[in-house]
């Protein structure tokens, strides 16, 4: 695709070869996992054994080394054209271990972060293709500042108990990240490995789009974890400041994805098109307003990746939260563009196939029911998104956490 | 609801008594049928027993007696608030019956119409509970005013052969009521019993939303009809002007379903945010818009129905083609604004839900894909409504049948 | 222009012909008016020579009779394809003159009523071309329900003092029908003759569009007025409740002008593109898109209109105040739907113009600046439109007075 | 202003910190200019002084050596905050001076250049405050390249014919650029000084917006000029493709004025929301629209930008017809967002504003039309812009000239 994202990194582009080439494989199957519901473990063998997992561990303990936010969001958009389920399920992961990688170099981030023996443990099992990260921070009825989920000192570590839901990618994890409440005030982040006894996955994901996504319910039934992989986060309330880097650069990577399928849909309308009839003119038009939004997308995707990457990135200084409220006006603001342009572009690739895009056997039916997902992800849901940019901008909110704190799942 | 639309005749009042009670009925069973992608036979037989389905057959004829298209597309609204696939099935059935009936009162109309002996018996069945009508006109690669099925000269009758797309109503319906092509230049417009030897229903309808509509391909392997059942309409190329007022009718009734699935789904929404917590102000503002679309569309729904019924209704007079066109240029009007508005209202209605409708288990994630439809329907598809509408206003073209004749199906 | 709307009373045609009459003289001085930014005397005098200006005076008392707010809604949008700031103007002096003998046919109405010899007396000398009204409600920096301006007991009657803004047509005016504050906790309604030494009309108007329509100033400094010139109305803070069926009839005739000015823009339009040259796909695209909005404005402004009469005409019982929310609920949705559809035509208009509208000399230039002012008009602005008519459908808020209560001005 | 655009080049941060000053002086007078229709001498006069107009003449001939295109974006934005008038003027002055400068680094580009000897004196003249060029290509009822203004042999040079139209920052420019014919088949490229006899500025702007543009016609009355100021520039009916780079190029920083005035505006907003008191949701949700369009339009115009400097640059070599298509298309994507995202910015400021932004004292009503010039410029308007991307994303197209052959100005 002409004038498509490219990388600006030598591990990016490693990272985007393979997620091309993935992406070409999971096209073919993506219709017959949405049909039948169910989760393609088929990809994330693929996906595992390819090294793409290992896209954000450092080459050092024996990842690809991917440290570009830049590049991070051009690999996604890439697999996403594939198969927009499994695109977010590795955006999600990746951004686990690029967070992970993260907090290992910079001790110093005031960040939750376990011990560096913890993270070397899981960063080089990830290496060894032996991880995958979930993350399960969702909660049915509380907002994500205030979990119901609960971890109580028992033995030499905690006892975590509670159900998550949309825990995306969950069938296949291996370990699950998570917020927990930690007494009455507090808010920890836990790692909880998926052999622990009482960690149940339910599988129970069924929705309009993203179907292949694994998105159901994780159980935690007393699950006792060791001390270390508790850390106190912050005070109940408000999304813990300290998860915030982790939650823009998550908001931003899977973002992209959202581009890739919109990117997608105007391929597959575009081949449909140019059979040897005539195009009319009412269709080259909405083709062409297509161009218009996923031209803004990619540069409002690509210019806020390299704002993360200028001040998240390894060796950057700390932010103070006004900082840090910018900056997430911002992720939000490209969020939230990139999410509603995919939106409004694959309706317009389904007026313009005339029909037959409506019908079960075209793609552009599931694409047009997987990119309605986006507005509803955490933490930047079309519901607050609007009126916190504002905020924000007005000066009258500078606590980048608030949103999350409000926010309510159904 | 409060300010929704209420019937004008007493005929009306009757046939929208029944559709509110069968609405209320079909939306227990809507989301399994379209789970299983399955056609809800039992909602047919239901309206066939209360006697909805001879609404607009004549009360010397056995039927209710409903005239007023405005009343037609107030009951059609009503049914669509429980099951839209059964409702757009049903507005192409009691359109047609609506048809047969006024051409019986007006023998001088311009129309292509069977003997008024057969339009007598086939109202008569409808009456008795043994007619279903489908409106077979569409096909794969053909505009609608040029088909490719054949009636040639057999016997003392004709032998119809082609295959049939969008098939609406197709498992249930008893009478096919198709365009084929007569000789090199003309096309005609037939009648075909259900129990024709070589007339198959396929029953492989299979797409996005109205999955329970049952709009299927209909196969004519030389099916042999009676020579009065099959009825010259006018030259190859547009639509022909001798079914406009059919077309028109049909349009207006159907666009009136997707009102009925909007309302439908503010009401779902309003009945989710009623619980005792406060509502965002940003979710009422979202309510708000929608009470507007809904609030349009019921009022341009209703005007151009009752712009219809002066024009169109029993005893009026034939009007010119200049005129059809203005006429049809105003029914494009209501049919794009309401199907667009009925989106529009759907998509708010998902976001409003925080992410619940978009679970497969609320009925807002049907109503999403079932409302999608609407702007695909012949003959005034998205892609060509606009510009025919402003070309009609130009005095650019004079000709309503030109839309049709242009249209190719997917 | 076809299937525009049509009056359905006697007194309607009446005052629709003159409405036509007058469009056709304005139109040629309307941008004079404009670019001077002028008042147009000019335009004031012929409407009262006409008997325009009594159109909503009883017949009995020498007016035209015209008691259908539908009519009224059909007269002004007629009026305003001539003169956009003209008709915002008689849209006020007619709804008030409405009120008024609507008044007088029903003591009973649960309003702020002067005694009937007032009313008449007004009515009177409307009739004899004497009276133009002023709806002076509005004030900088407080809210509709909590005015600033005072009326203060003195001698025999009442001192009243303040200053009002968007005082529309306050130039040609006579009488000012004022809210006053009365003690601490109290709104009363206040008619003040403008011969009342103290008042004095600033003509300071001076804005992006309806420049001709007067909207500046009028201060009150000390005007001493009758006793039963002033009302008491209801409490502070809300719109007085006795005052709604004034505020929703005055919004609705209101935002008729604006169909009317974008039905004149589409006239200008279609002039424009009809020389002998092939106009593109894609304005005949945009000339039927604005087809569409001005066909469902003038079916919800039309409905809305009838649903008024019924409920609030001669002769129909008092309304609880939850059904006068559900009707202000409606009132706004026409409200705002059409002056939306408005704003949204004429810019098409300008578009498809290809660039000749922009200029001076073209009267879509005025068009697209007076047309602009719809949103910001007392009470129902967009800036709390939405939310309310979502409060009101969600049955979190059954006070119709709210918004206006709550609402500032610039 | 957070996260605007900064430049990346030394000579950018020269040029954006004079325009940032100059935008502060000339925010003082810009309502003042409108008001009166009057072109500002006085700003022309402040950027010549600064040498801002020399911005993009080359150091070693006294200029400030600005080549970044990203960098003219950056610095015109930031010009418009001030006054958009002056902007698209100095826009179109800049890019001119670009292009001859870059003409001269490599002749062998494909396009219409004078001599190297008449480049430098031209540019030497801009050097010395000396110089301003208005690009003079547009002409009433003729497609861009089919002008009716000739060039006919005479003496030792040309004897140009015709009048011009558009002729934006005329009465201040000394050098006219202009398209003329040449013989029966062929466009030329002119450049005609000022002071030529036959030469007439008729300051005949009056517009709805950017009124202080100077935007009107210029007479050429058979103006002798020398040879070397003709150019061919290729057959007559398309844009000639020798002009290509300068049209693209003149277009991405055109678009960047527009997004300055919306910065403009969120500015002044945000100012006015910033009195202590509560802002409404409403209000906070239309300043939060207005930040994710400010954003999406810094990105599109700075990734566009940066596409031309490497495709574009000194040095780049040249690029075959289809690449020049592409590019186009690319350039007309982020053209066309910026434009609409700025029309879009401004109406919610305006509604934001509660009405206060409709007055005349408001710069705001100024910036509601200032902004609305956008879609109508050369060579992208709004009515052919969306076709033409998709006609080329469609491959059906792949003349990159061919929209403005078609193109006609009102």
Redesign the interface.
Known sequence: M??ELGCVSSGGAQCVELADKHAADFAVTADRFDRDNAFPTDNWAALQRSGFLAATVPVDLGGLGLRSIHDLVVAISRLARGDGSTAIGAAMHLTAFWYLARLRTSPSWPVAAPPARHLDLMLRACARRRAIACVAISERGTPLGNPATTAEPAGSGYRISGRKAFCTNSPAATLFLSTVRLGADEVGFAVVPRTTPGLRVLENW????VRASGSGDVVFDGCQVAQEMVVPAGPVGALPPAILPLTMVGALVLASAFLGMSEQA?DLL?QA??RPRS??????????????DI??????L???AV?LDERLGAGTPDLPAVELA?LM??VQ??N??AKRAAITTVDRC????????????NPM?RL??DV??G??MQPF???????????V????DRDPGRPNGER???
Do not use: H, K
């Not at 069924?206 to 789009?209: P, V």
């Not at 195009?279 to 218009?292: D, F, H, T, W, Y």
């Not at 389904?350 to 056997?361: I, K, P, Q, R, V």
């Open positions: 002409e004038f069924d929705a309009l789009g105007q575009t098109l140019s195009v009319r003119p009412a269709a080259r038009a909405l083709v062409g307003e297509n161009e218009i031209a803004t997308s990619r540069a409002v690509a210019r806020t704002l910018g006006r911002e603001c490209a939230m563009a389904l007026t313009a196939s005339g029909g037959g895009g409506y019908l079960s056997s039916s047009y029911r309605r997902a507005p509803f849901s079309a519901l607050d998104a609007f009126e916190y940019i504002g905020s901008r007005l000066g009258l309510e799942l159904p």
